[in-house]
């Protein structure tokens, strides 16, 4: 299973974004509501192109992230 670090867009609805992940099979593990970033987990490589609407980046976890 693959982790992703997701940026939320502004005035996101998390309902509909969990249940968009849901469909998909995509699991919402965290979110660190002070940097706007969300944990996903996936058998299947996530995309932004399929989450245009809430996420203005995804990136794999590589576990080397610094703040």
């Known amino acids: 299973m693959k982790t ?3 940026v939320l867009k502004k005035e996101i609805n998390s309902k509909d974004l969990e249940a ?3 469909k998909k099979n995509i699991k919402w593990v965290a979110h660190y509501k ?6 996903l987990e996936s058998e299947k490589p996530v995309s932004q192109k399929d ?7 995804i990136e794999e ?4 992230l610094t703040i």
């Open 4 to 6: 992703y670090l997701a």
């Open 51 to 57: 989450f245009e609407e809430y996420f203005l980046s």
């Open 34 to 39: 002070t940097i706007g970033v969300v944990k």
């Open 20 to 22: 968009e992940l849901k």
């Open 61 to 64: 976890d590589k576990e080397n």
